[in-house]
């Protein structure tokens, strides 16, 4: 009996359940009427829920009897809540519109397909929220862009068809940034200048781009922070940092502010290092652009930086494997010693926005950039080189068994730079028919103060090097040494440069529509002079497209130019600290074709584009690059090209979230001029061209998002980058000897994020979670392939002049976890 009422009891139970329920159901389409796919339908507060089939089609059971919320949610498109109230037993239609989301961009934003006629490619800043990262998320996103390479995932500089990093132009709100000029290693450079929090536009180009673009030979990157329309922020944190943005607006909107605070460590990253030892970085900045709206007409905005990046490294041991499976051999090295590293720097700039009518728009633009720089450290390392057993079979398999050679070195410096620079500039944009004027002046005053102390000396087996000749018999103590004691490197010089340069441009866009196609022509010219080398250059440019009216949605594109980059300090230094005042501008020779094809694959959008280049590169100044930092031989001249092709194909490999693939090739090299020796047969021999140091010839870059079908607020998020091998030589030795070749560079960053808070979320009137708008967490992993990348190296050597090149290697695979929410 007691079974049987057990049994009518449940049937009851679950007959009554039954009652206390409604369903839903219903189709969701795009804003074109077609159907889509895994939208997710569910009940805010509630787990469970479902999603709509190939058709669009769904079906939910939902409670009765009481108000629920239903969210329906896709990634790229806007969610939707709607309340609802049903009866038991009620089955009710909802058929739901979904609208893609769009971002609020500047006023004067350039129309897509105004970007598309010219070089400028357009790149979402809101997916650099997931991107996983172990760097800048802007410049990560930068590094996947087709003719991009970059070798080091602690930096954020990064190298263009061939260029270097001193090649590459960057502005927000069309003030241009500048990078430190001291720094040596990824591990001192903190945090770059733009705040990935406040951008809302960003334009890149890598080549061929305008004449209202500087005065630099690679690319140019061109960001506008969010002008905001109501109050709102964010914040972030994980083991490498955190940051807080606000934003809002007052008096009727008239005032808008936009600000942001970043602190970054990567001691966590360091620890991981060869090297170790205790690791104190400390990166911060203050960010903050303020505009103020006198009118319709007439609007006033500051933007103003300060950052604070400060390195510190007390090193105590480093043990390194190099060689090969069959000359195995380590490193071991014992420091003593310390480096401290500072960089204060300050930006502040005001901009006057005027528009005298509809079609008109000036602007004038006073700024200011200072850089405080100093490079202390005294670092003693003792080191030792053996080989290390590579027999199995053996007890000592995997020790060193032979000494192969030992010594110590001391470094030294005490370098401090001060970098001042103003600039006043106007701009004005002027439409006309078919026209769009653009033109520009620029007047800026550069005031940099240079002191630099550094040496390093090496005692290999009790001698040092280089070693003098043994002087036997000599006798006379009052005389001058014939063999005077000489440091490996010695740097000790003083600079002040006081100096004025002066720029113009003007250009013109001009559109035209036929019957069977479209074409765009933008063409212009810009002058730079400079008082300081007393040098003038013109650089013509102009960039033609052609859309033919075929069925496919198609476009071609071509660009030629000269680009000439006057130097600014960097690159008038030399390697020993001797500044060459004659110094003149490099130029390039840009000729870029291209074809843009926009179409749909899986019913979904797709864009490629291809492009082809040639550069023409004349008055060169060879350069070094060790980790992050570039040393020019100031005093030499060399010719050059750089030469490729550039693949790109992006769009929703996944339904309503954007992906993509780059390919480049290239090869890029220079002839230096009077560099002809003689061999050791008595033969004149003539280099001729050689690789340049960014010849890396196949770049490949993936950035990939997917999510959970079912449940789209689980997503993932994957970063995948190739370059092949870079070449290197020996340190003191001729140019045209650094014929070697680095191992390529591979790595794999991967994020598994869970949205925590979205619009399906619903809170009561006390809970404090009610204010945010979303929050994700994240984990990622950083170098999911764990390769061991070579950034650059280090050469020992013994008292019989062998040098060993050891690498240094970047950061193992590590996790991070990330919090990121919005309010």
Known sequence: ???????????????????????????????????????????????GGTSTDTRGRFELDVPANRSVYLAFSFVGYEKHVEEISLNP??????????????????????????????????????????????????????????????????????????????ENLVYVNDIEIYRPFLIRSGQQEGLSFVNSDLVSSLLFSAGGFDAKYGDKMSSVLD????????????????????????????????????????????????????????????????????????????????????????????????????????????????FDGQEVDDYLTYLGGFTTTYLPDKRTRLKLIASGYNSQESENYDVQGQYWIGRIDNDLGSENFGEVVESQGVGSYLEHARNDLDVRVFNLAHKGTREAGNNLIQWGVKFQHEDIDDR?????????????????????????????????????????????????????????????????????????????????????????????SFKPNWKRDILFRFSAGVYYQPPFYRELKDLDGTINPDQKAQSSYHFVAASDWNFKAWDRPFKFVSEVYYKYLANLVPYLVDNVRIRYY??????????GVDFKVNGEFVRGVESWASLSFLTTKEDIRNDSYINSAGQLVEPGFIPRPTDQHVQFSIFFQDYLPMNPTYKMSLTLLFGSSLPFGPPNSPKYQHTLRMPPYRRV?????????GAHSRFNPKNPF??????????????????????????????????????NYLTPRQLNIKLVAEF
């Open 1 to 47: 009996m007691r079974v049987v009422f057990l049994i009518l009891s449940l049937g009851f139970l679950a007959s009554a359940f039954g009652q206390e329920k409604a369903t839903v159901y219903g189709r969701v389409t795009d804003e074109y009427g077609r159907p889509l796919e895994f939208v997710n339908v569910a009940i805010s507060g509630l787990s």
């Open 89 to 166: 037993g009620d089955k009710i239609r909802i058929d739901k519109v979904m609208v893609q989301s769009s971002t609020q961009l500047p006023q004067f934003e350039v129309a897509d397909d105004q970007i598309r006629t010219s070089n400028l490619q357009r790149i979402d800043p809101k997916v650099a929220v997931n991107v996983p990262t172990s760097s800048d998320r802007i410049s990560t996103l930068i590094k996947t862009q087709p003719g991009v390479a970059s070798s080091n995932e602690l930096s954020s500089q990064y190298s263009v068809r061939g260029g270097n990093f001193d």
């Open 749 to 757: 960053d991967i994020g598994f994020s869970k949205e925590l808070i």
């Open 634 to 643: 100031s005093f030499e001249q060399s010719v050059g090209y750089s030469a």
């Open 452 to 544: 630099m102390n550094e040496w390093i000396l090496i005692d290999s087996a009790g001698y040092s090097l280089p070693r003098p000749p043994d002087s036997v018999g000599y006798v006379d103590p009052g005389a001058q040494p014939p063999n005077p004691f000489d440091l490996y490197e010695l740097i000790k010089t003083s600079a002040r440069i006081n100096s004025n340069r002066y720029t113009a441009y003007i250009q013109n866009t001009w559109n035209a529509a036929f019957d069977t196609a479209k074409f765009t022509l933008t063409a212009g010219v810009r002058a730079n002079y400079w008082d300081y080398n007393q040098q003038l250059v013109v650089s013509p440019r102009a960039t033609v």
């Open 770 to 807: 009610r204010f945010f708008k979303t929050m994700w967490i994240t984990a990622e992993i950083l170098n999911l392939l764990q390769v061991n990348n070579t950034v650059s190296y280090v050469w020992v050597t013994d008292i019989y002049g062998r040098q060993y090149a050891v690498p």
């Open 223 to 334: 960001m506008q922070y969010k002008k905001p329309t109501e109050f709102g922020g964010s914040f972030s944190a994980s083991l490498l940092g955190s940051s807080v943005h606000l934003e809002g607006t007052a008096d009727q909107k008239r005032f808008t502010y936009l600000m942001g605070v970043r602190y970054k460590t990567t001691q966590y990253l360091l620890n991981a290092l060869e090297t170790k030892g205790d690791y104190q970085p400390t990166f911060i900045d203050v960010q903050g652009l303020f505009t103020y709206a006198v009118s319709k007409k007439l609007e006033f905005s500051f933007l103003g930086n300060i950052a604070r990046n400060k390195y510190q490294l007390i090193p105590e041991t480093r043990e390194t494997d190099f060689g090969t499976v069959q000359q195995a051999q380590r490193l071991t090295i014992y």
